[in-house]
């Protein structure tokens, strides 16, 4: 891949991984979920969708982003 195409084939990815991202952050806040099961889903969200790569999940920590979910109750 071209750096001029990076762009152009992440972006739609991370679209989508930020609706689901969203997504699971609620079922969590609605208890529908446990932290531990969110966490686990955004993980396998983030290895699906850009692959399964340790840099990524260290720089997109399902942990964290639960843990600074705005609370909305």
Same mark, same amino acid.
Request: hydrophobic share 55%; charged share 15%.
């Given at each position: 891949m071209k750096p001029a195409d990076f762009g152009? %084939?992440?972006e739609p990815k991370w679209q989508v991984a930020q609706r689901?991202?969203?997504e699971i952050e609620g079922a969590v806040e609605k208890e529908h979920? $446990?932290?531990l099961d969110g /966490?686990? %889903?955004i993980s396998a969200v /983030? /290895?699906?969708l850009f692959g399964y790569d340790e840099?990524?999940?260290r720089?997109?920590?399902p942990e964290t982003l639960l843990? $600074? /979910?705005p609370s909305r109750r």
């Open positions: 152009r %084939t992440i689901l991202v969203k979920l $446990t932290p /966490a686990r %889903t /983030a /290895a699906t840099f990524i999940l720089e997109i920590s843990a $600074t /979910a």
